[in-house]
Structure formats: structure tokens, C-alpha cells
């Protein structure tokens, strides 16, 4: 089992940016890939970047050149630093973790950008 835990949402203006921070625990060795999504009211759960243990990363064309996923193995962290925010990144950040070919979610963030 692998539990995750966020931190870093809320309310920025356009232009704004803000980090997101995930930390994982329990059976994290196991663990063999990080990323985050998000999900706007209505609308499905959309992948917004991964990384991988290596070190591979890929993120949606959306938010290309505005945000960069990174991971700090040794915390156990993965981080999303959202910079350039517009309004249409509004939604809940969920973390997400493979673990076995099992995804884990963290409780989600909510990130609102509004002027």
C-alpha cells in the first residue's frame, strides 16, 4: 500500500504561480513512477505530467513550458511547480503513484487561478 499526502494548492491570479508537493509512504520502494493530474468540475481526470524513476518526464501539450515536474527520491516527494497559471488551470491537482501496475491517488488540491 502507498499512501499520498499533498500540499501547495490554492488561489493565484493569472500570471501566477504556485507548487504542488506530494510525499509518498508506506510501500514506496515499489514505487516506479510519480505524476500528477487534474480534474475541472464536469470534466474528466486528465494527466498533467509524469516522471518516472530514471528521471523521464512528460507532460500534457497544455501546460508545455509553463510546469515542471520533479522528484526528490530520497523524501519521497514529487513536486509540480506551475508557473504562467491561467484561468483554465482551475481544478482539483490529484498526486498519483504506480506501484505493481496499481495506481494510488493522493486526496487531491485545489488550485484556483482568478483575478
Known amino acids: 500500500q502507498v499512501q499520498l499526502v499533498e500540499s501547495g494548492g490554492g488561489l493565484v491570479q493569472p500570471g501566477g504561480s504556485l507548487r504542488l508537493s506530494c510525499t509518498a509512504s508506506?510501500?514506496?520502494?515499489?514505487?516506479?513512477?510519480m505524476g500528477w493530474y487534474r480534474q475541472a468540475p464536469g470534466k474528466q481526470r486528465d494527466r498533467v505530467a509524469i516522471?518516472?524513476?530514471?528521471?523521464?518526464?512528460n507532460y500534457a501539450d497544455s501546460v508545455k513550458g509553463r510546469f515542471t515536474i520533479s522528484r526528490d527520491n530520497a523524501k519521497n516527494t514529487v513536486y509540480l511547480q506551475m508557473n504562467d497559471l491561467k484561468p483554465e488551470d482551475t481544478a482539483v491537482y490529484y498526486c498519483n503513484a504506480q506501484s505493481q501496475a496499481r495506481p494510488y491517488w493522493g486526496q487531491g488540491t485545489q488550485v484556483t487561478v482568478s483575478s
Open positions: 508506506g510501500s514506496v520502494s515499489r514505487i516506479n513512477l
Open positions: 516522471a518516472t524513476n530514471g528521471g523521464a518526464t
